[in-house]
């Protein structure tokens, strides 16, 4: 059987359950999509939660998370994004924080975690030890690899987002193309599904869970289709397939107009 994983990014979590976010409730909107991704058989192998999971830089939406989590049963892995504070992660969601470079392997895979987040900016940047760190990791870890990191290593086709994305992110796509048993490199923060190849190395961004960017915008702007999550399946012999399930439908209506958050 392959490994299912979920990936669900970018909920933006407040502290205060009624806690909103250009119009959405955000606890709700990711309690939706939760229970919409844990509705279907088989149960997964483990969630990745990629960046962005508080927005309000407050001890108490880490701590929702971890007991919500922890209520599911499943392993869960967590990085941050622009939105999260370090600290706050590592001290309410403990080993499941990840942050640097970080190796977890599960049934023949490696997942892989990086933490892109550059304090001061909403893009992102990985440091010359973090890529030693990878290159050094790949060269001893052979087994299928499927790195994770909140923002997006290469354009998405939106000018406003893609001049916050991994400055340096040709550096990372190098070392992919020089390894080829990483079969995928899956981020958030571009609150879109996306995929693209680089090679033989797909490229994957996930609905976020609460509001949505309009693909292919030159200037910040909000998408009508609802939140979701990304399905991925991981085979032994490396082969990966992979889906993105939205909510039909979801109460709540974003604040169109809005210029930004």
């Not at 979590?13 to 250009?22: I, V």
């Not at 970080?102 to 940047?125: C, H, Q, V, Y």
């Not at 052979?142 to 994305?165: E, Q």
């Amino acid at each position: 059987m392959p490994l299912r994983l979920l990936q669900l990014t970018d909920p933006h979590l407040f502290g205060d359950p009624g806690g909103q976010l250009l119009g959405i409730t955000t606890r709700r909107s990711f309690e939706s999509v939760l229970a919409l991704a844990l509705s279907e058989s088989p149960a997964p192998d483990a969630l990745i939660l990629t960046g962005d999971l508080v927005h309000d830089e407050t001890p108490v939406g880490y701590r929702y998370l971890r007991e919500r989590l922890n209520r599911t049963g499943i392993p869960y892995y967590c990085i941050g994004g622009n939105h999260d504070i370090q600290s706050l992660m590592m001290e309410q969601l403990g080993p499941a924080a990840l942050v640097s470079v970080a190796l977890r392997r599960l049934d023949g895979w490696n997942l892989i975690f990086l933490d892109s987040s550059e304090p001061g900016s909403d893009g992102g940047r990985l440091t010359e030890t973090q890529l030693t760190q990878l290159t050094d990791l790949l060269a001893d870890e052979r087994a299928p690899a499927l790195i994770c990191l909140h923002h997006h290593p290469a354009a998405v086709g939106s000018a406003w987002i893609d001049r916050i994305g991994v400055a340096n992110g040709a550096s990372l796509l190098d070392l992919c193309n020089r390894h080829p048993h990483v079969k995928a490199v899956l981020f958030g923060h571009v609150h879109q599904e996306f995929s693209a190849w680089h090679g033989d190395c797909r490229l994957l961004g996930a609905p976020a869970t609460c509001f949505q960017f309009e693909p292919r915008s030159r200037d910040f702007a909000i998408d009508e289709i609802p939140p979701g999550y990304r399905e991925l399946m991981l085979y032994p012999d490396g082969r990966l397939t992979t889906r993105v399930v939205r909510l039909v439908e979801y109460a709540e209506r974003p604040l169109y107009q809005a210029g930004g958050y």
